[in-house]
T-cell receptor, first 112, second 114 residues
Framework: SQQGEEDPQALSIQEGENATMNCSYK?????LQWYRQNSGRGLVHLIL?????REKHSGRLRVTLDTSKKSSSLLITASRAADTASYFC????????????FGKGTKLTVNP | GAGVSQSPSNKVTEKGKDVELRCDPI?????LYWYRQSLGQGLEFLIY????????KSGLPSDRFSAERTGGSVSTLTIQRTQQEDSAVYLC????????????FGEGSWLTVV
């Protein structure tokens, strides 16, 4: 079963607007990661937030983590057309296998 | 190398043929992962290696799929008797260690079975 599930599945905004994507997960985690994928090819790591952190920033990206609600959000501020991509959250579940499990992603379209 | 390298980048094969997909991880990375992504879908975990051993093969779809890793470096994913449903992008990733570090992806191998 999916560990992380992103919401919404698709998001279309205008350049300059902010984009918010959410991720919910099911089990306890050590960290949660966000990745970006252009055109169905390789994923690029954006940001990692640890379970003892509540918020993290990287450039125009802001990630929050609420372990009580088992959810995370990715905010992209002042979006650009080049931000158009699919965004995935991923978690390594505690215990058992250490594989990184991905959600189905949010497809973001930023219109110029 | 500088990044995770995969080959071939694109492969078209006839149904029933065997294919081999290769992954060269980042030098020094002990963990290596294989994922599959069908068109418009999320990533499906296939297998991961810690060194040369594969603690978790649970994602391999059938016994037609196998993977090995030698010398703690290069990995090969082999699909025997390919079927049309095997058509997907096969993504390889590596990390310094399993589970607690960022994983770095290659550009993938796009497999089309006709």
């Amino acid at each position: 079963s999916q560990q992380g599930e992103e919401d919404p599945q698709a998001l279309s905004i205008q350049e300059g607007e902010n984009a918010t994507m959410n991720c919910s997960y099911k089990t306890s985690i050590n960290n949660l990661q966000w990745y970006r994928q252009n055109s169905g090819r390789g994923l690029v790591h954006l940001i990692l937030i640890r379970s003892n952190e509540r918020e993290k920033h990287s450039g125009r990206l802001r990630v929050t983590l609420d372990t009580s609600k088992k959810s995370s959000s990715l905010l992209i501020t002042a979006s650009r057309a080049a931000d158009t991509a699919s965004y995935f959250c991923a978690t390594p579940p505690q215990g058992g296998s250490e594989k990184l499990v991905f959600g189905k992603g949010t497809k973001l379209t930023v219109n110029p | 190398g500088a990044g995770v390298s995969q080959s071939p980048s694109n492969k078209v094969t006839e149904k029933g043929k065997d294919v081999e997909l290769r992954c060269d991880p980042i030098s020094g990375h002990t963990a290596l992962y294989w994922y599959r992504q069908s068109l418009g879908q999320g990533l499906e975990f296939l297998i991961y290696f810690q060194g040369n051993s594969a603690p978790d093969k649970s994602g391999l779809p059938s016994d037609r799929f196998s993977a090995e890793r030698t010398g703690g470096s290069v990995s090969t994913l082999t699909i025997q008797r390919t079927q049309q449903e095997d058509s997907a992008v096969y993504l390889c990733a590596s990390s310094l260690d399993v589970g607690r570090n960022t994983i770095y992806f290659g550009e993938g191998s796009w497999l089309t079975v006709v």
